[in-house]
């Protein structure tokens, strides 16, 4: 499987303490880079979730956001401390005793801090719901690299295709080509009436062929083709040698348009480097 770097998921939890939003997007990058956007009460999660991150992926810019909404309405049940509310109403009697007007309100002494207290809320659960859902995340975040990596396969396949073509093209035409040059030469030469040794002629004629010869740099085209199939076939986090390959049939289509004689095999030494660049901007986005 061929993973691309650029994707994009999004999953929301509704629960009765609220809601978590988790988003993952990423681009390419050189190595594995990831950002975390936490709430403070879920900061303690972070390296549970680059470990997450770091088991699954090899390549790519990370930004993992969460957006955490408290259902405020969901109030934990209320707890009365009753020997310190005594106590403070004792207290208030005292005072009364020795002829000081207290006025106590009842809501005064609920309002004293320790005399009523609301149940705090499970934050290790809702963790755990959180984390739950980031797993499911995580889950769409790596079929979406992977859809787009089956994309990115067949743009690849098909610029291998037009490579072929290419190859093959010029390989049916060096023998025209070589005579034509061949013919062109003698014809100069018959036009300046210049007397030619036949065995003279032959040699410069060998010269050039192994000057203007491009046999090698197709057999080696043919052989990146191959190389490249058996990587996409391969899958993995492949980008940095599809990256390599690119240099390689770069190298190859300039020693190719370098020894062109003839238009045809200028035509597709350009058509090669169009196909190399279509190709390498697609591999900068695989893994």
Same mark, same amino acid.
């Given at each position: 499987m061929i993973y691309s770097m650029t994707a994009f998921a999004r999953r929301e939890l509704k629960a009765d303490w609220g809601s978590a939003i988790w988003e993952v997007r990423s681009v390419n990058q050189r190595y594995l880079e990831t950002y975390f956007r936490l709430? *403070? %009460?879920f900061r303690s999660l972070e390296p549970m979730l680059?470990?997450?991150?770091r088991k699954q992926l090899q390549r790519g810019k990370v930004e993992c956001v969460l957006r955490f909404i408290p259902n405020e309405g969901a109030v934990g049940t209320l707890s009365l401390n009753e020997d310190l509310a005594k106590q403070l109403l004792h207290a208030a009697d005292w005072i009364q005793s020795h002829? %000081?007007?207290t006025g106590v309100n009842p809501f005064d002494v609920l309002r004293w801090p320790g005399v009523i207290a609301a149940e705090e809320t499970d934050m290790d659960s809702i963790q755990a719901d959180v984390l739950s859902e980031f797993d499911l995340t995580l889950k769409d975040f790596i079929q979406g690299r992977a859809t787009e990596g089956d994309t990115l396969k067949s743009l690849i396949e098909q610029r291998l295709d037009g490579i072929e073509v290419e190859v093959a093209k010029v390989t049916t035409r060096?023998?025209? !080509?070589? %005579?034509w040059q061949r013919d062109k030469i003698l014809s100069r030469f018959e036009e300046a009436k210049i007397e030619l040794d036949e065995t003279r002629v032959e040699q410069e004629m060998i010269m050039l @062929? %192994? /000057? !203007? &010869? $491009? @046999? *090698? *740099?197709? &057999?080696?085209? =043919? +052989?990146? !083709?191959?190389? +490249?199939?058996?990587?996409? /076939?391969k899958g993995g986090a492949v980008g940095r040698r599809l990256d390599f390959m690119m240099q390689e049939f770069n190298r190859e289509s300039n020693t190719?348009?370098?020894k062109a004689?003839? +238009? &045809?095999? =200028?035509?597709? @030494? $350009?058509?090669? /480097?169009v196909l190399i660049e279509q190709m390498r901007e697609q591999i900068q986005n695989i893994e």
């Open positions: 709430p *403070e %009460q680059r470990e997450r991150f002829g %000081q007007s060096m023998p025209e !080509i070589l %005579q @062929a %192994q /000057k !203007i &010869d $491009v @046999a *090698e *740099e197709l &057999d080696r085209l =043919t +052989t990146h !083709i191959g190389e +490249t199939r058996n990587i996409l /076939k190719l348009g370098s004689i003839h +238009t &045809d095999i =200028t035509q597709s @030494a $350009v058509e090669l /480097k």
